[in-house]
């Protein structure tokens, strides 16, 4: 779900190539730099709202047994920045290399979609039920490899988060 914004992303600059809009900026006396970084700073403000709603309705959820969610109640606000702010750029980053290779914004859609999809599936698959890439057998250069991609990295560290959060509670800290 953290990943939704990606096939956005991809859509939007793809679909200003398709319809030439970044020409007529071009025309119009806009530098190819300064549009690139007007994007990245758009989506990395809007992913940064996205981000800050998640963590706020996430840190104030409160069963009425007086559960609340570890995740967010037994770390440092400072970690959540971090990792939260390096998942952002990567993601956008990512998302900015594949416009560049899509030429339609139709079949960016679909593409960025069904990659958001696919690699959530297999990332939930492969670090939550099973722990594949958690377990012995896995080198730590295969696991590095496969957090080059933004969702993967995301899983990796939220499968790390979890594994802090237990620990914690099993010490009983916060």
Known sequence: AFYILFPTIVVALVYEKEAKLRVMMRMMG?????????NY???FII????????????SQIRLSSG???GLFYRQEASIHVV??????????AFAMLWSSLLRSSR??????????????????????????FNADSVSEGLRTFITLWPVWGFYRGWSEYKAYAMQAAMQGSK
Not at 30 to 38: F, P, Q, R
Not at 47 to 58: R, S
């Open 30 to 38: 806009l530098g190819t730099s300064a549009y690139w970084v007007i």
């Open 83 to 92: 990792f939260f702010f390096l998942f952002i750029n990567h993601t956008i």
């Open 107 to 132: 079949s960016a859609s679909i593409g960025a979609t069904l990659y958001a999809i696919g690699m959530s599936v297999i990332s939930i698959t492969a670090w939550d039920s099973g722990n594949f």
């Open 67 to 69: 559960y609340r969610l």
């Open 47 to 58: 992913y940064a709202i996205f981000t800050i709603i998640f963590v706020l309705f996430g």
């Open 41 to 43: 700073i758009f989506w």
